[in-house]
């Protein structure tokens, strides 16, 4: 299994909801940052533990065997009594620390084991003393309390400090869906519509209940367990949006209409290559930016390659905006047609014509689940389009070529230059986004006005 990290083309966009909170990311993130310096890790380990594409858990003994990743895994383990320092004695009474798994921007993620009933458990940890981590944590906690689906990660308990959360929740062992495209040595279209079901699945309870996601991607989608019957978990809920009056997405696409968009969705956040091109737009937009997600997260499936992809921030969001991809090199000329044009339903400009999760559950590939196409073994083009991309990736970013080096994609925050902190500083060269400005809203009524690209997407060249 190969150790890689790849961070240029990844970093995540925050939302930028009002120009006062953007300044509160700031602050926060510059108090997480100044916090960090007081921990007593070494500073190579000050990253979370995961990749873009594809990569291994440091706290999963079923990933990779590589003498370099058994020492990898020592050092995690030698940390655990000084993480054990860091948690509140209530939730240590109850929880046993027995690994860092990874940390997120505001976050640590711990394996834990439940000491009455020696039930393993990942614990999220979250920093909420400054206000926006407090924000954070509560959106992410806001639609984790309500939801409870197999495909969703589910939330145990929670503990509330005034400088702390600790949330309990299911903790996934079977690595990322890539990660388990890449080590099985065999994939059709067939494994491929099994993992895309799961997901719709998911996406079908979260939009009805009027939850988008706004981040889904391939690092999102854990296994429960290593077994090949694993379910697979939506997580990391960090930039879901919860529209708490609305009962779900088709109702409030009606509401748009009757109610002048107070619905809908305005800021301007998720992953550069999975953005819908309403986000990239500045458009008011709905849950149908998941559905596109999933469409970017299908091709990568079926090819290990992506549909929209540049060097440059601004080329990469014309593409996206401009809907030009194509179905050229290995393995597409193998890849049945109803699969394609699965993704071509996803993959659509106007989110009103764009598939739902309703709709996509009953596209024929997914419901006979692929079963007219051939029993191709598509895993070798895949795996190999999935190397040659993260060897490109980090011969771009050399700062992320190794497990221990700094993640780029970590530090894709909103921040100006002149206050990020000096990780963020150093992401800056990788390619990390610039702050936008926030979605205005649209007036009712109002015509689809011709934005230009260039001009709407070239301040965000990172
Ligand atoms: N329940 C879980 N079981 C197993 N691993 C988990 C679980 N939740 C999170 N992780 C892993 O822990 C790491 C950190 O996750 P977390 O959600 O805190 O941050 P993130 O989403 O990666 O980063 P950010 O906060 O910047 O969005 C990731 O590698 C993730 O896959």
Request: glycine content about 6%; overall charge positive.
């Amino acid at each position: 299994m190969l150790v890689l990290e790849m961070g240029c083309g990844n970093s995540k966009v925050l939302p930028e909801a009002s120009k006062k909170s953007y300044v509160s990311v700031v602050q926060s993130l510059v108090a997480f940052s100044k916090g960090h310096e007081d921990d007593d890790e070494p500073k190579k380990q000050k990253k979370k533990q995961k990749s873009p594409w594809f990569s291994t858990s440091v706290d999963n003994p079923h990933l990779g065997s590589s003498s370099k990743q058994q020492i990898k895994q020592r050092q995690e383990w030698n940390k655990v009594p000084r993480y054990k320092d860091k948690f509140e004695p209530r939730v240590t009474a109850r929880y046993d620390i027995k690994a860092l798994i990874g940390r997120g921007s505001f976050s640590r993620v711990v394996r834990v084991e439940h000491r009455a009933t020696h039930q393993p458990f990942a614990i999220k940890m979250m920093e909420v003393e400054a206000p926006e981590g407090r924000e954070v944590c509560d959106s992410e906690l806001a639609v984790l309390q309500r939801v409870s689906h197999a495909n969703v990660i589910q939330l145990v308990e929670v503990f509330q400090f005034p400088q702390r959360v600790y949330m309990v929740l299911e903790l996934a062992t079977g690595g990322e869906l890539l990660d388990r495209v890449v080590s099985r040595g065999h994939f059709t279209e067939r494994d491929a519509t099994q993992a895309i079901q799961m997901i719709l699945a998911a996406l079908a309870y979260l939009h009805n209940l009027g939850i988008t996601h706004r981040d889904l991607k391939p690092e999102n989608l854990l296994y429960y367990h290593p077994g090949a019957d694993s379910r697979l978990l939506v997580t990391d809920f960090g930039l879901s949006a919860f529209a708490s009056t609305l009962t779900g997405c088709e109702v409030s696409e009606r509401s748009n209409e009757e109610t002048g968009e107070s619905w809908s969705l305005r800021t301007t956040c998720g992953t550069p290559e999975y953005m819908a091109p309403e986000v990239l737009l500045r458009r008011p937009y709905s849950c149908a930016v998941d559905m596109w997600a999933l469409g970017v997260i299908a091709y990568i499936l079926l090819s290990g390659t992506v549909p929209f992809e540049d060097d440059s921030r601004s080329r990469l969001y014309r593409s996206i905006v401009r809907g030009k991809y194509s179905f050229r090199g290995n393995p597409w000329p193998s890849v049945s047609n109803l699969a394609k044009d699965f993704i071509l339903r996803l993959l659509v400009l106007d989110p009103a014509t764009r598939l739902t999760a309703e709709q996509a559950v009953r596209h024929p590939w997914v419901v006979t689940m692929a079963s007219s196409s051939s029993m191709m073994n598509l895993h070798r083009s895949i795996s190999q389009n999935l190397r040659q991309r993260a060897s490109r990736s980090s011969s771009r970013c050399p700062s992320s070529t190794t497990t221990s080096s700094t993640d780029a994609s970590s530090l894709g925050r909103l921040m100006p230059p002149e206050t990020k902190p000096k990780q963020q500083q150093q992401g800056r060269a990788a390619g990390l986004i610039q702050p936008q400005r926030a979605i205005q809203p649209r007036a009712r009524g109002h015509k689809e006005h011709q934005h230009h690209p260039t001009k709407a997407l070239d301040s965000r060249e990172g």
